[in-house]
């Protein structure tokens, strides 16, 4: 199942990530790039706002950057495309923990239930994705934003 890149880069599991990454590569002919992962549970008091900006960061930065949120599928509604079908977004536990283990397999880094950030460039070699673990940055979202007060 592939969504359009104008629809938030929602990614359902493992496999769509990767394709997903792999289209928009191709899309703009790179080999590397930067793809940020939001771990983003739609219980998350983040996920109103970060789902929101997904669409712009995708629609004006997706040549640079690709910014994708597993475990949903569906589609946001997009000011420049009147005539496209919205679909609520829908999300399912078991593919965003597919995803999230792809992370904790290959790092040291561990979901704890809130909401994360990881940031790594991302290389395409022989039609292969190899990702920079070494230099790979994780947030958690939740420890920045202790206090509760929107900035």
């Keep these: 199942m592939s969504h359009e890149f104008l629809q938030g880069h929602f990614v359902l599991d493992a496999d769509e990530m990767l394709s997903t990454i792999q289209e928009e590569f191709a899309r703009y002919d790179k080999s590397k790039g930067l793809v940020i992962f939001l771990f983003c549970p739609k219980s998350s008091r983040y996920y109103e706002q970060l789902a929101r900006q997904a669409d712009f960061w995708n629609r004006y930065s997706d040549k640079y950057v690709t910014v994708l949120i597993p475990g949903y599928v569906g589609t946001l509604s997009c000011e420049d495309e009147p005539y496209q079908d919205v679909v609520q977004t829908e999300f399912s536990f078991d593919a965003f923990k597919a995803c999230y283990e792809v992370f904790e397999k290959e790092t040291r880094w561990k979901y ?8 790594t460039i991302v290389s395409k070699h022989d039609n292969k994705l190899q990702f920079d673990y070494q230099n790979a940055i994780a947030v958690s979202i939740n420890s920045l934003d202790a206090d509760g007060i929107p900035i």
């Design 112 to 119: 704890e239930g809130g909401t994360d950030l990881i940031a």
